[in-house]
């Protein structure tokens, strides 16, 4: 009797660990799904009603500051633009490298997987992770070696990507340097995880730019030095 109780007492711690585990990793998707629809939905919301937005705030800025709001505004979308052009590139880079491996191996369906791959890539931090499992299990149809491979070199490509091409692309496309782009994105995950790295390199971007109007229209630094750090920071 003794012996049961005890094989029942660590049956029972078992399956309540194996159950947090599950609640705690279905916890975790279901946040990095929430956030993903938010920055969407947001964006949308954005698209809809940006212009209105725009309007209401330039009629309660007085008639002498609308200069100055107007340059903001059209460099703060300048960097959000590049940010969403740099994401392009990102995601049409990542799809065409994958397609020589889905080739050599034999996997079928390259051309849609191409595409597949190229969709997920337009999501941030973890467009390329959804992207290869979806390719990693159709490999599997092929041979659990060909799974093996293209996970792998899905794998290896994302390591070089996130701390190679990336920064490099976006520090472009956003007229920041590689660095700022490196930290805002470590500073956005580690302080709203998935949904501020999202928006980490955008908000950035715009932020710096507001800072050197700042510090421009309080003559710390002269227009020249300013026009310099948009556009070679």
Not at 117 to 138: D, M, N
Not at 169 to 187: C, D, G, H, K, Y
Not at 222 to 233: G, Y
Request: hydrophobic content about 50%.
């Amino acid at each position: 009797q003794d012996d049961i109780d005890k094989l029942s007492g660590q049956l029972s711690d078992r399956l309540g660990d194996i159950g947090s585990t599950a609640v705690s990793s279905f916890g975790r998707v279901t946040g990095s799904i929430f956030s993903v629809l938010t920055v969407l939905v947001l964006t949308f919301m954005l698209l809809i009603e940006g212009p209105r937005w725009l309007r209401f705030f330039r009629e309660i800025i007085p008639n002498e500051h609308h200069a100055r709001a107007d340059r903001l505004a059209r460099d703060m979308y300048r960097v959000v633009k590049g940010y969403v052009n740099g994401q392009v590139v990102l995601a049409l880079l990542a799809a065409m490298l994958i397609l020589p491996v889905l080739l050599i191996v034999g996997v079928s369906y390259p051309a849609a997987l191409v595409v597949v791959v190229f969709i997920c890539g337009l999501i941030p931090l973890v467009g390329h992770t959804i992207g290869a499992i979806i390719v990693s299990f159709v490999a599997l149809f092929t041979s659990p070696w060909a799974a093996l491979i293209v996970l792998g070199y899905y794998i290896l490509y994302q390591q070089i990507e996130n701390y190679v091409v990336q920064p490099k692309i976006q520090a472009n496309s956003t007229n920041m340097s590689p660095l700022l782009v490196f930290s805002a994105v470590i500073v956005g995950v580690s302080f709203g995880g998935l949904l501020g790295g999202l928006v980490a390199i955008p908000v950035a971007g715009c932020v710096r730019i507001a800072l050197l109007d700042y510090l421009r229209y309080k003559k710390i630094i002269s227009s020249k030095d300013a026009e310099a750090a948009v556009k070679n920071k």
